[in-house]
């Protein structure tokens, strides 16, 4: 007589196996449409104000993770400075996405 064990994943363990699996398919989606924006911006901006320079990667914090990202750097011809318009259409500053300080600040005061 035979006897058949298989071995089911807990609980806890289904949940750290979908979590990541969203964490991945989150990263590739944001990548993918935040480097698409960035992308018709550069096709849309002022080519006169804004030269473009070349593209730079950063590491953006989310609640899903960290998620690597090409982007655009220009000059602005008329005030002299160097800036990334997918930021500024964005309304981003630093690496950290809305959602992800927002997670951490309220980590933050029950520590």
Known sequence: MHKYTTDYPNLKQIEQLVWRQLQKTFSVA??????????????????????????????????????????NYYRDREKGEYVYLLDRYLEFEGTMGV?????????EKYN
């Open 99 to 107: 959602f992800a300080k927002r997670l951490k600040n309220k980590s």
């Open 30 to 71: 944001m990548k993918s449409i935040l480097e698409d924006m960035d992308k018709q911006i550069a096709e849309e901006r002022n080519k006169k104000r804004y030269r473009l320079l070349d593209k730079r990667k950063t590491t953006l914090v989310s609640l899903f993770g960290e998620i690597e990202v090409e982007r």
